[in-house]
């Protein structure tokens, strides 16, 4: 005869999301340096925002790991497309115009 044993609810998280860490790093980073122009940055913070503000109970629920995920790939391919810029002497300058390093929901259409 199965026994079934009475579990307590798991509290809600204290730590968020990894992949939400490395952008919040990723980020400041990028003020730091001053590469990029501050509007840049801070369309990427709303988006993190944006997730955090869920309650932390849903943090790890797959869709909000997976939009977490998607936000720092976004992120680190929009890096290295700057990266790339600079090794190929296309971009010069140290402030980055906001279109090379926007989220992809911000940019503007061409």
């Known amino acids: 005869m199965p026994v079934t044993v009475a579990t307590a609810p798991l509290p809600p998280p204290i730590e968020p999301p990894l992949a939400w860490v490395e952008v919040e790093r990723l980020l400041e980073e990028l003020r730091d340096a001053k590469l ?57 300058t140290c402030r980055v115009p906001v279109t090379k390093l926007m989220p992809p929901s911000f940019a503007p259409a061409a």
Do not use: M, N
């Not at 976004?74 to 971009?91: N, P, Q, T």
């Open 36 to 92: 990029v122009e501050e509007d840049a940055v801070e369309a990427w913070e709303d988006k993190l925002a944006s997730l955090e503000q869920q309650p932390s109970e849903e943090w790890y629920r797959h869709a909000s790991l997976e939009a977490g995920d998607s936000l720092k790939e976004e992120l680190e391919s929009g890096l290295l497309d700057l990266e790339r810029g600079f090794a190929k002497g296309v971009i010069t």
